[in-house]
Structure formats: structure tokens, C-alpha cells
């Protein structure tokens, strides 16, 4: 019987340093359980549709049994940031008061370098293959969104996925698109069993579980402006892209091979 994911609550009471790296501004903070992460604002750029990605991209890692650092929902107090010295991250801050999104700080940790470590084609080909099934822009030889801690590798932002939901229109359309941006990922010239981890990755990835991930979306998310939408029709839709996109794979799969072989 398939385990019904959960997400810790934490709150937040220490902003450390902005990770300047990231364009919206994520932070290094602690929360009241000592420990430190990497807080991610519902009032940056993308606002909570980044966060929704980063959560649905992170959670469908982690059923397939790929290395990620913990999500938790991370409450900040409307207090928090009023002494911030900075006045973009004050603004940040005061914008970003109540639910937010925070990946476990891997101490440690180094930025993977492709020409340093060479990833097994296994491995290579579940990382691309999920990229390529939830549309993950940002996984490439400039921004690789991946961390070596303790010798393996590890996946982190996946922040700029499902950029369907940015105009959210004609979804459907897109949950059958070939993804071609998948042939800057850096991962794609070892990727070389596609096929193999599409048939495993199937098997996994059942309606019950895509279901139990988009529910895992807080209902303060999904009141949107511009859409009149209830939270639970907003969350039909992305159970539904994720679940059409996941019945006609072989779309983004072929795409992934046939760009892989323009490579190699």
C-alpha cells in the first residue's frame, strides 16, 4: 500500500544570508526545529506558482527514489523582517508573510560540475527523464540545479517546472508536448536508458500517487487572481496534465533520444 506523502510544518525564526545565486532570492534560515534550510518566498518573482513547482517537481523525485534534500512548509511570522537592514529583502520578507516553501540545508555540500563527476547512465537517464516529464527548464551546463553531499548527487530547484501554469491556457495541449528544451540538459549525453527508466518510472508513478503529491498543494496557494477557479478545480488540472503527460510519454521520451542522438 502506497504511503500518503507529508510535508513537515516548521517556523521560521532565524534569517541567516540571501543565496544571491537564485534570481528570486532564496535564503539560508533556521527554524524553531535548530535546523537550517533553504527558504524559498511565495512573494518573489514567480510568487507561489514557483513554490507549487518546487513541490510537486521535489515530491515525484522523491517517489522515484532520487536524492533530495527535505521539503517543508515554512511559516513566517508577520513579524519576521521588520529589523532587515536590506530594503528589497525587507519588501521580500514583509511579502511573504504566512506559508512558504524550505528544502533541508545540505551542509557541505558542492555545486555538481559535469567535468568533474560523471553521472552513470542510469542515473543520468531517471534525472532526465524526469525533467523532461514535469517540463524542467533549469537543469543545464549553466545552472545545473544539482549537489554533490556525501558522494552522491543530489537534486535541488525545481522552481522553473510546469511553466505551464503561467498562463494556464490550453494545458492539455502542453501536458502532450515533446518538451524540446531537454536537449540543453546537461545530463542528456550519458541519458542513454530512456526507454528502460520511462517503463520502470510508469509503474511508479500511479494516479493514486500523482493524486496524493497534488493534494500535498496548501489551499493558501491556489486562491489566484487571475482565475475564478476553486483550489480544488486548480488542482484537478494539474493532476490532470501530470496524468495525461505521464500516459503519453513516449512524446517527451522520443524527443529526449532523438536530441540525445544529435549530441552524440
Known amino acids: 500500500m502506497e504511503k500518503t506523502p507529508h510535508l513537515r510544518t516548521v517556523n521560521v525564526t532565524r534569517y541567516i544570508t ?34 507549487i513547482a518546487e513541490l510537486i517537481g521535489g515530491e515525484i523525485a522523491r517517489v522515484l527514489n532520487l536524492k533530495m534534500p527535505e521539503l517543508v512548509f515554512a511559516n513566517l511570522d508577520e513579524a ?27 551542509s557541505g555540500a558542492i ?25 524542467n527548464v533549469d537543469r543545464t551546463f549553466r545552472n545545473t540545479n544539482m549537489l554533490i553531499w556525501h558522494k552522491e548527487l543530489w537534486l535541488i530547484d525545481h522552481g522553473a517546472s510546469l511553466y505551464f501554469h503561467h498562463s494556464w491556457t490550453n494545458w492539455e495541449k502542453h501536458a502532450q ?50 482565475t475564478d477557479e476553486t483550489p480544488e478545480a486548480i488542482r484537478n488540472v494539474y493532476f490532470q496534465f501530470l496524468s495525461i503527460r505521464l500516459n503519453h510519454s513516449e512524446i517527451f521520451i522520443n524527443e529526449a533520444q532523438n536530441a540525445r542522438e544529435a549530441l552524440i
Do not use: C
Not at 22 to 50: I, Q
Not at 84 to 97: A, F, H, N, P, V
Not at 111 to 135: C, E, G, H, R, Y
Open 177 to 226: 508536448s515533446p518538451f524540446a528544451l531537454i536537449k540543453d540538459h546537461v545530463l542528456l549525453p550519458q541519458a542513454s536508458m530512456l526507454t528502460e527508466t520511462d517503463a520502470i518510472f510508469k509503474k511508479i508513478l500511479t494516479d493514486d500517487v500523482l493524486q496524493n503529491i497534488v493534494n500535498l498543494i496548501p489551499e493558501v496557494w491556489l486562491n489566484w487572481e487571475e
Open 18 to 51: 540571501p543565496l544571491r545565486e537564485g534570481g528570486s532570492l532564496p535564503a539560508l534560515a533556521e527554524a524553531d526545529d535548530d535546523f537550517k534550510y533553504v527558504l524559498k518566498f511565495k512573494g518573489a518573482g514567480h510568487g507561489v506558482k514557483a513554490l
Open 111 to 135: 555545486n555538481f560540475d559535469p567535468v568533474v563527476t560523471l553521472v552513470d547512465p542510469k542515473l543520468a537517464s531517471q534525472i532526465v527523464w524526469l525533467d523532461a516529464f514535469i517540463t
Open 80 to 106: 519576521f523582517g521588520r529589523s532587515e537592514g536590506d530594503e528589497e529583502i525587507q519588501d521580500l520578507l514583509q511579502g511573504s508573510q504566512g506559508l512558504n516553501l524550505a528544502l533541508h540545508y545540505l
